[in-house]
Nanobody
Framework: VQLQASGGGLVQAGGSLRLSCVVS????????MGWFRQAPGKMREFVAA????????YYPDSVKGRFTIFRDNAKNTVHLQMESLKPEDTAVYYC?????????????????????WGQGTQVTVSS
């Protein structure tokens, strides 16, 4: 399975962006999907996750209420809608697929649960 992330760019603080992750090789509905990000000099951190089947979502407090993850199974795509962006949201954003999602009770925010990763897309938020 391959993941291709896109949609990053430069935006002013308070602005919005929508990231997309196209899955190829397998049907995206087989996977729980997640977004992570890594800022320069920092560890990669969890941003959002969605379950494989029923649309349950999970967010850390840092983005809750501002970011929304949703899937379009017909297009084999998962999106991350980002609103009210802040300079601290600046990072490379990665999408990832969790093949074990159907055996989990909640969408996972653990990096080691995701086996397949996209190449990343840069998001820069200017103040």
């Amino acid at each position: 399975v391959q993941l291709q992330a896109s949609g990053g760019g430069l935006v002013q603080a308070g602005g919005s962006l929508r990231l997309s992750c196209v899955v190829s090789g397998r049907t995206v509905s087989n996977y729980g999907m997640g977004w992570f990000r890594q800022a320069p000099g920092k560890m990669r951190e969890f941003v959002a996750a969605i379950s494989w089947n029923d649309g349950r979502t999970y967010y850390p407090d840092s983005v809750k209420g501002r970011f929304t993850i949703f899937r379009d199974n017909a297009k084999n795509t998962v999106h991350l809608q980002m609103e009210s962006l802040k300079p601290e949201d600046t990072a490379v954003y990665y999408c990832a697929a969790d093949p074990m999602s159907r055996w989990r009770t909640v969408p996972s925010g653990r990096e080691n649960h995701y086996e397949h990763w996209g190449q990343g897309t840069q998001v820069t938020v200017s103040s």
